[in-house]
């Protein structure tokens, strides 16, 4: 990411929207480290041989799907809790 693109993405309802999720949830965080470097996720099968899953950030609100990474867990997600 350049400065440009961290300037653009504060703006965005996506980043206010991870934001808002972020701080109800009570996770914090801090500016330390490489702020200009995105992430991702990768699922790799036992033994190293093959890739289940492979998601790269495009943005720095950006977050892969938990059902995705379930799914390629092969594992069921729990159901929503009601009230």
């Given amino acids: ?8 993405a504060l703006i965005t309802g996506k980043w206010k929207t991870a934001t808002a999720k972020a701080k ?3 996770l914090g965080g801090n500016m330390k480290g ?4 995105n992430g991702g996720c ?3 099968k036992a033994g190293g041989a093959e890739s289940l899953y492979t998601y790269k950030q ?3 609100a950006d977050h892969p799907d938990n059902a ?5 867990l092969g594992l069921e997600p729990k159901p929503a809790e009601t009230s």
């Fill in 42 to 44: 990768m699922i790799i």
């Fill in 58 to 60: 495009e943005n720095a």
């Fill in 1 to 8: 990411m350049s400065l440009k693109t961290i300037m653009a």
């Fill in 24 to 26: 109800e949830l009570g």
């Fill in 34 to 37: 490489d702020g200009y470097q």
């Fill in 68 to 72: 995705d990474i379930l799914k390629a």
